[in-house]
């Protein structure tokens, strides 16, 4: 089956403590992108990767990373969390051409709350 | 800026038809999608239109006018199940996707 698995979907966790929530998608995509959800308002791009070993800031970067070492994986690391970051996080992947990126299939969804 | 508007919140009734508008201001214009988003669970694809002019995929139409900045998504034949989100994004001219807060859809019998 195609999806886009994230891990974990619930986490609370502590102001300062290091975090990683995977993202890993069997589709065979190329482009892969992080966003966070917050109520009222759209979705947010964090970082975003057109291929393997590269990355892009998005409208929301900071306090973030990302790697893609592999075409599959793009876990998003939260190096010092804070609570400003308590958010829904979703990552998505998205197959064929640049113009084709904008349809996207999302994993379902990582809620952290950083205390 | 760039900048996409949509309803917060729409209410309908089971069988009618709602249409739900979105307009944008972006820097430059790549490509309009529409997303669904259950409560809890994450978007789904729904349409995408770059021409001008009316899409239909069964129950659901979307439409496109570029030079008035304008789109909106047609539900008809509601059922509880369309209760949802619904998301409009525009992708600019780096090919980037800005979204819409979203248009809560309340669905009542």
């Known amino acids: 089956e195609a999806q886009v698995t994230q891990n974990p979907r619930y986490l609370i966790t502590v102001t300062g403590k290091k975090l990683t929530v995977t993202c890993s998608q069997n589709m065979n995509h190329e482009y892969m992108s992080w966003y966070r959800q917050d109520p009222g308002l759209g979705l947010r791009q964090i970082y975003y990767s057109m291929n393997v070993e590269v990355t892009d800031k998005g409208d929301v970067p900071e306090g973030y990373k990302v790697s893609r070492k592999e075409k599959r994986n793009f876990p998003l690391i939260l190096e010092s969390p804070s609570p400003n970051q308590t958010s829904l996080y979703f990552c998505a992947s998205s197959g064929g051409t640049r113009e084709n990126t904008g349809e996207l299939f999302f994993g379902e969804g990582s809620r952290l709350t950083v205390l | 800026g760039q900048n996409i508007d949509q309803p917060t919140e729409m209410t309908a009734t089971e069988g009618a038809i709602v249409q739900i508008n979105c307009t944008y201001q972006?820097?430059?214009?790549?490509?309009l999608f529409w997303y669904q988003q259950h409560a809890g669970e994450a978007p789904t694809f729904l349409s995408y239109?770059?021409l001008d002019g009316l899409e239909e995929k069964g129950r659901f139409s979307s439409f496109l006018s570029r030079s008035k900045g304008y789109s909106y998504l047609l539900l008809k034949e509601l059922q509880m199940k369309d209760s949802a989100s619904y998301l409009c994004a525009v992708m600019d001219s780096n090919y980037q996707l800005i979204w819409g807060a979203g248009t809560k859809l309340i669905i009542k019998p």
């Open positions: 239109n770059v």
């Open positions: 972006t820097s430059g214009f790549n490509g």
